[in-house]
C-alpha cells in the first residue's frame, strides 16, 4: 500500500516506531487482532517482521497527521483516500456489529461518565487541532457510546433498523452537501422528490390533478403543516394580519387512551397522561391557535377515535361560538398502534366542511402491504396526510412527508419570494425552486436515500418488509398469551407492530391490587429496562398511558428482526423481573 508519507511529514525510523508502538498501546480499531496475530506466531519472525511493517505503514501515519494533510491541501489526494479507507473500516465494523446477535445493542454509561471522559474518548473541544489518528478514534467511540438501532434486538423507538442502501444513499447526500431550497443548487434531488412525492400520492390514492407536498424534519413537523395550511385555507387573511381577527379555532384529534375501560392494572394516576397527540397540541401553541383550544376526543378501548364522539365534540364546539377547522385523524398511534376509522371520520368532516388530516407518520408504511393498507381505508379523502418513511420503511433519519391535496396551496400559504434565492428570471422553470413552499429556507436533502431505497426494493419490497414486521408482532403477541409471566394490555390481534404487555413479577401474580402492589406495579417496567440497558443486550421502551400503569410497548421496524429476537426479548424481560421480584418481596 502506497502512503503519502511526505504529506504526512514522517521521514525517520524512530518516528514511525515509536508512533505505531504507542499507536497499538493505545486504541487503534486494530491492535488486539495483531497482537493477537503476533504471539499466535512466536516461532516465526520473519512474519511478525512482516505483520507489524505492515500495520506501521498502514496504521501509523494518523499519528502525525491533521485534518491540513487532507484535500483541499496539496497532494492531499492520496491521505484523504487513507483517511476515508480507515473511516469506512470503522463504519463497516460498525454495521456488521449491528447485525450480530452476540454484540451488544448498547454500551451504556452515564451523561457524566460521558462527559468526565472514557479511555481517551473527550467530548471537550481542543484549541489546537488534534492528529487524525485521535479524530479516527473518535468516530469509533462515538459509534461506540452510541445505540445500535439497527440492530434486530432494538425495539425502543418506531424507527430502527439499518438499511444499507439507505445509509449508501446518506452518505451520497452529505458527500453532495447541498440545499434542497432551489433547484439551481439542487437539480437532481428536487426531481426525485418530486417522483416520490408523486409516487407517494398515488399510494395514498390522489389523482393526478390532486397533491403537492414537501419533505420537512418529522412527524412533528408535518403535522405542524397540516394546521397551518388548514388555518390559511380557511382564513387566508391570516398570512398578513395575524391571528388578531379570527375567531376562536378549534383542532380535534383523539385521546389515544380510553377513558372508560378499568383494567386489573388501573391506577392512580387517571388524569395524569390523558395523551391526544401531543404534536397536534403543539402545533397549536406554535401557531398562535392555543393547546387549550385543541378537544382530545373519546377513544374505544383499543385507542381509535369514536367518531360519534367526534361529532358531538364538534357540535359542544360549535354551541359554544367556536369556529372548527381541523380533524386529525391518526393511522397508527405511538403508543398503542391504532388507527381511527378515516371514513366515517371523512363523512363527519364533510358534513362540518372540516380539514380532514391523517397522521399516517407510524401507519403509512402499511399502504406499502397489500395486506395491511386497508387499514388505512379512507386515506384518499385525507386534505393532508404525513407520512414518515423513516419509520415503517426503515429509511435512515430522517426521512417525512407531508402530503397536501390542493395543488399550490403550500406555495400560496408560505410563499415569501425572497429575491436573493427566488428570482422570477432565472433561465429555467422556476416552479422547481421549491423552498418557498416551506417554512424554513435551508432544507436537508432526504430524499435520495429513499429514492434509492424504493429503486432497490420496489414497492414489493418495501410490502414484504412491512408484512415481515406485522408478523413477528402477532408472533409476539401469540407467544405473550400463553405465558402465565406476561400480561397483555389489549387481548386482541395488534393492528401494526406495536405489542403492549406487561411483565408480573411472580410476588405479584394473581394478587389483590392494592394501591402498595400498583405501586410496585409501576416499578416493575423501569426497574427491567434499567438493567436491560446495563446489561445492554436488548432495549424496549416502557410507560403509562391512561388509567394504566407502566406498561412495556415493543415496536417492529426492523426487518432483521426475527423470531428468536422476539423469543429473546421476552427471556431477557423475565429473567431479570425474577430479580425485580426479589426486590419487591424485600420491600413489601
Ligand atoms: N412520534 C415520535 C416517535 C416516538 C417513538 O419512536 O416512540
Not at 502506497?2 to 514511525?16: E, F, Y
Not at 488486539?32 to 505503514?57: C, P, T, V
Not at 391490587?513 to 406495579?521: D, L, S, V, Y
Amino acid at each position: 500500500q502506497q502512503i503519502p508519507w511526505s504529506s504526512c511529514g514522517v521521514n525517520t525510523t524512530t518516528q514511525i516506531c515509536w508512533g505505531s508502538i504507542a499507536f497499538m498501546c493505545s486504541h487503534s480499531t486494530q491492535p488486539f487482532g495483531d497482537a493477537i496475530w503476533i504471539l499466535s506466531f512466536q516461532n516465526n519472525w520473519q512474519k511478525i517482521i512482516q505483520k507489524l511493517m505492515q500495520f506501521f505503514l498502514i496504521m501509523s501515519p494518523y499519528l502525525f497527521c491533521s485534518s491540513l494533510d487532507l484535500l483541499p491541501a496539496l497532494s492531499g489526494e492520496e491521505s484523504t483516500k487513507c483517511f476515508f479507507q480507515e473511516l469506512v473500516n470503522i463504519l463497516l465494523n460498525y454495521v456488521s456489529a449491528s447485525f450480530r446477535r452476540n454484540s451488544k445493542v448498547l454500551d451504556f454509561h452515564h451523561p457524566h461518565q460521558l462527559k468526565e471522559g472514557l479511555e481517551g474518548f473527550r467530548l471537550e473541544l481542543p484549541d489546537q487541532p488534534e492528529n487524525l489518528e485521535q479524530l479516527l478514534v473518535d468516530c469509533r467511540d462515538t459509534l461506540k457510546y452510541g445505540i445500535k438501532t439497527g440492530h434486530p434486538r432494538f425495539f425502543n423507538q418506531l424507527s430502527s433498523g439499518l438499511d444499507v442502501i439507505g445509509l449508501a444513499g446518506e452518505w451520497l447526500t452529505s458527500t453532495a452537501n447541498t440545499n434542497m431550497f432551489t433547484y439551481e443548487v439542487s437539480p437532481v434531488f428536487i426531481l426525485m422528490e418530486e417522483v416520490l412525492l408523486r409516487k407517494m400520492q398515488e399510494i395514498v390514492g390522489w389523482s393526478e390533478e390532486m397533491g403537492d407536498g414537501i419533505f420537512c424534519p418529522g412527524g412533528t413537523i408535518s403535522n405542524l403543516y397540516s394546521v397551518h395550511l388548514a388555518r390559511y385555507y380557511f382564513f387566508p387573511e391570516v398570512k398578513t394580519k395575524g391571528m388578531t381577527d379570527l375567531p376562536r379555532l378549534t383542532l380535534f384529534t383523539s385521546a389515544h387512551v380510553s377513558i372508560s375501560s378499568i383494567h386489573i392494572w388501573s391506577c392512580i394516576i387517571l388524569s395524569r397522561n390523558i395523551l391526544s397527540h401531543y404534536s397536534v397540541k403543539k402545533s397549536a401553541a406554535v401557531l398562535g391557535i392555543g393547546s387549550e383550544n385543541v378537544v382530545v376526543v373519546k377513544c374505544d378501548d383499543r385507542g381509535r377515535m369514536i367518531p360519534a364522539e367526534l361529532e358531538y365534540s364538534i357540535i359542544t364546539a360549535k354551541d359554544k361560538g367556536c369556529v372548527p377547522i381541523y380533524v386529525n385523524a391518526t393511522a397508527g398511534t405511538t403508543v398503542y398502534g391504532a388507527f381511527d376509522p378515516i371514513r366515517v371520520i371523512a363523512d363527519i368532516c364533510e358534513r362540518h366542511r372540516l380539514w380532514l388530516h391523517v397522521d399516517a407518520a407510524w401507519g403509512g408504511g402499511l399502504l406499502m402491504s397489500k395486506r395491511h393498507r386497508m387499514k388505512l381505508e379512507g386515506i384518499e379523502r385525507a386534505w393532508s396526510v404525513t407520512w414518515n418513511p423513516h419509520k415503517m420503511m426503515g429509511a435512515p433519519l430522517q426521512c417525512s412527508a407531508i402530503l397536501v391535496k390542493k395543488k399550490g396551496l403550500l406555495q400560496e400559504c408560505n410563499q415569501l419570494c425572497a429575491e436573493y434565492l427566488f428570482q422570477t428570471d432565472k433561465h429555467y422553470d422556476t416552479s422547481y425552486d421549491t423552498g418557498d413552499k416551506t417554512i424554513q429556507c435551508g432544507r436537508h436533502v432526504d430524499v435520495f436515500k429513499l429514492w434509492l431505497m424504493w429503486k432497490a426494493k420496489g414497492l414489493e419490497g418495501f410490502g414484504s418488509q412491512v408484512n415481515k414486521c406485522l408478523e413477528n408482532a402477532e408472533y409476539l403477541f401469540n407467544k405473550i398469551k400463553q405465558r402465565p409471566d406476561f400480561e397483555l394490555v389489549f387481548n386482541s390481534k395488534p393492528e401494526h407492530s406495536n405489542v403492549c404487555f406487561w411483565y408480573i413479577p411472580p410476588s405479584l401474580r394473581n394478587m389483590p391490587m392494592c394501591t402498595n402492589n400498583k405501586h410496585h406495579m409501576t416499578s416493575v417496567a423501569p426497574k427491567i429496562k434499567a438493567q436491560m440497558m446495563e446489561n445492554g443486550m436488548t432495549m424496549i421502551g416502557y410507560q403509562p398511558l391512561g388509567d394504566k400503569v407502566n406498561f412495556f410497548r415493543c415496536v417492529i421496524s426492523n426487518p432483521a428482526t426475527q423470531t428468536e429476537d422476539v423469543d429473546f426479548l421476552l427471556e431477557e424481560i423475565a429473567r431479570i423481573g425474577q430479580d425485580i421480584k426479589l426486590q419487591l418481596t424485600e420491600t413489601n
